[in-house]
């Protein structure tokens, strides 16, 4: 079967009229003079209008043995003036009308689709530019959520900073503010190491040990108490065993245990008065590792929020990108719909133009004498209308 696609004649071609009947007079053969040779009869030329109607019917969705059947009955059924057809012919010229109509239809059909596509194009046109205004709003909001992630960031390396910086301070501050105290401590210890290990087995008089134990207790005289003379007697009184210590003796160890007590003392205190202050450095010096530990946690945590910012403000891009791709792939489809409904109502104007046209002129060409008789009938209406006004 053959579609309603194939191409269409030229717009601007006209049916081919058939000629206007004439008087039935106009239409008698001049005479012939007596004798004259009658003229050779003449072909009958076949009628221009059935190349319009032949046409139509090859463009008809129609089985091929109807098709041929249509066009071999194209002349016998179009070519008799229409108030001399028979019964069957009649039939005929009614099914060959029907075939124009539906050829007709589905050219109309074709531009209705034509229509209700790009009408479809032109709605989704709205759509697409909205769409590119809401990636474009969440493309701003996306990067100025980047903007103020990168500004926390910022601020959070700066705490990190400053709180490094604060950390240092405050471990000099303790380094410094505890230097006395943990002198103190370690020459306390000594002292107190030196009076159980020397001073102790000296005062008991542990036989010969003493010049040992002495020596062991030397390096802490410079700091201790003691009188020059008693100084200078100690060597001669720690070396004797204790059955040959004098009074002098037994009160110059006596001396030395008072002066080694003494400074033990005085170290314990400094070393108690210290702790206070060591407690609240301490407690500084803590303080400010946990303020390290969370801006560097902080920071950690803006370094990820703004990873994911940057993330979500890509992905707006590519969403913005495909909007305006869409809606720039969307004015070609427009233009491109729109040139086929152009060229669909063209065909449609050319097929009823030329087409259609000859259809019609062929089925209602009347003979010459009905042409006659209906002018006759129209005349006579008329006057009697006119006499009747």
Partial sequence: SHSSSRAQPEPARAPCLAPEPRPAAAMAPPKRKAGAAAPAAKKPKSNPNFAGVQDALERADLPESCRQMLLACIDKALGVPSDERQQEQHSMVGMIGECVQAVQAALQR??????????????????????VSAAEAALGVASADVAEKSTKLAEAAAAVQGARAGLQDRVSEQREGDRDRNEAAAKLGEVQAAIAEHFKPLEAGEEGTGEAHFAGLLPLLKDAAIDVSLMSALPSTCAKPPAERS???????????????????????????????????????????????????????????LAAAKSAEQEARKGLEAARAAAAAH????????????DREAA?????????????????????KGAEAELQLGEAAAAAAEAGA
């Fill in 110 to 131: 074709a531009v209705d689709a034509e229509i209700a596509k790009m009408q479809e194009l032109e709605g989704t046109k709205g759509e697409l530019d909205a769409k």
């Fill in 348 to 368: 449609l104007e050319a097929f009823v133009g030329y087409n259609v046209a000859c259809f019609e002129l062929l089925r209602d060409t009347k003979s010459a």
């Fill in 331 to 342: 004015g070609p489809e427009l233009e491109r719909t729109a040139k086929a409904r152009q």
């Fill in 247 to 305: 009074s002098f003796d037994i009160m110059t160890i006596e001396h030395l245990g008072r002066s080694l007590s003494d400074r033990a003392a005085a170290l314990q205190a400094a070393v108690d008065s210290g702790a206070p202050g060591a407690e609240e450095r301490a407690a500084a010096v803590a303080a400010a590792k946990a303020t390290l530990e969370s801006s560097t946690a902080s920071e950690a945590a803006c370094n990820e929020q």
